[in-house]
């Protein structure tokens, strides 16, 4: 799953000039990632498998805009560290 979601990163300033690409880039990223993955992110957030997409990057990318998460929080997920991007993920 974190592989999954560390295909969505971009730069804060990226995000924050160009949101509608970088919510295109996560769509795209999410579409070619592992099924199995793809389930267990809809599962945790409660949605469908085809309304995960959408939801997933719409709140990653308005959490990276409004500055609640950072780059640095997708990379912690490599590497098991805390992040609040589970709250994010999930909505809370």
Request: glycine share 6%.
């Amino acid at each position: 799953m974190a592989a999954m979601l560390a295909g969505c990163q971009t730069g804060q300033e990226q995000v924050s000039e160009y949101p509608k690409a970088a919510y295109e880039r996560c769509i795209s990223k999410v579409a070619i990632s592992n099924i199995s993955a793809k389930h267990e992110i809809a599962a945790f957030m409660g949605v469908s498998l085809e309304g995960m997409p959408p939801l997933l990057c719409r709140r990653l990318v308005d959490a990276m805009k409004s500055g609640r998460l950072t780059f640095s929080d997708i990379n912690r997920l490599q590497f098991d560290q805390s992040t609040d991007i589970w709250k994010v993920i999930k909505g809370d």
